[in-house]
């Protein structure tokens, strides 16, 4: 199955920072999604890519899928405390038809400190 | 229902019991999909069943698990002999077709002492 790298496994911002977390393919993805999960939450679907290139946003939120769809990154503008938790990427081992499973990355931690 | 729904939602057992966790999917969905995620770790994937279709079984630890999916809708993950390692939140998610988007549990949170 399809396997993603992601980094950093922790960020600690001030309030204001910008953060950045990535995933990284060997191979080329035919999508791509993003989720958070805040401190003892369940994970919370935010966007998929599927286009080579695509860029998305959602109010302070970046999402990027590389031209060679073998990256991704989700950039936070001016963090608030209110995006505490993790943030993990996922991959599906989708062929024709068939979703099939998904695959999470590491997830990355994101502190923000008031 | 309006959301994916998981029971017991905390479950503590002793080493050696069998334990069966239910997840009931958002009606209608054809995908759903367990994972275990151990304190501050990521998501490990279990098992994913997708509409009548073979369920995909790639994940699952052991002998000692195994998961079920009865008429298409609830599914139960069973383990069996439980382990201390055992000890984590199974988180359940369902998908209604491709390319949709996923929805999440809220967990069971198992714990073997």
């Known amino acids: 199955g399809q396997q993603v790298m992601q980094i950093p496994q922790y960020q600690h911002v001030q309030e204001g920072e910008d953060f950045t977390t990535y995933c990284n393919s060997s191979?080329?993805?035919?999508?791509i999604q993003w989720y958070k999960q805040r401190p003892g939450g369940h994970p919370v679907f935010l966007i998929q890519?599927?286009?080579?290139?695509e860029v998305k946003k959602q109010k302070r939120l970046t999402f990027q899928f590389g031209e060679a769809k073998k990256n991704s990154s989700l950039h936070i503008t001016a963090t608030q405390t209110t995006d505490v938790g993790t943030y993990f990427c996922a991959v599906a081992n989708a062929g024709g038809t068939s979703y099939g499973k998904l695959t999470f990355g590491q997830g990355t931690i994101l502190t923000v400190h008031p | 229902g309006a959301g994916v729904s998981q029971s017991p939602s905390n479950k503590v057992t002793e080493k050696g019991k069998d334990v069966e966790l239910r997840c009931d999917p958002i009606?209608?969905?054809?995908?759903l999909y367990w994972y275990r995620q151990s304190l501050g770790q990521g998501l490990e994937f279990l098992i994913y069943f997708q509409g009548n279709s073979a369920p995909d079984k790639s994940g699952l630890p052991s002998d000692r698990f195994s998961a079920e999916r009865t008429g298409g809708s609830v599914s139960t993950l069973t383990i069996q002999r439980t382990q201390q390692e055992d000890s984590a939140v199974y988180l359940c998610?369902?998908?209604?077709?491709?390319?949709?988007?996923?929805?999440f549990g809220e967990g069971s949170w198992l714990t073997v002492v």
């Open positions: 890519l599927v286009k080579s290139g």
């Open positions: 009606s209608g969905h054809t995908a």
């Open positions: 191979t080329t993805l035919s999508n």
């Open positions: 998610a369902s998908r209604s077709g491709f390319r949709n988007t996923i929805y």
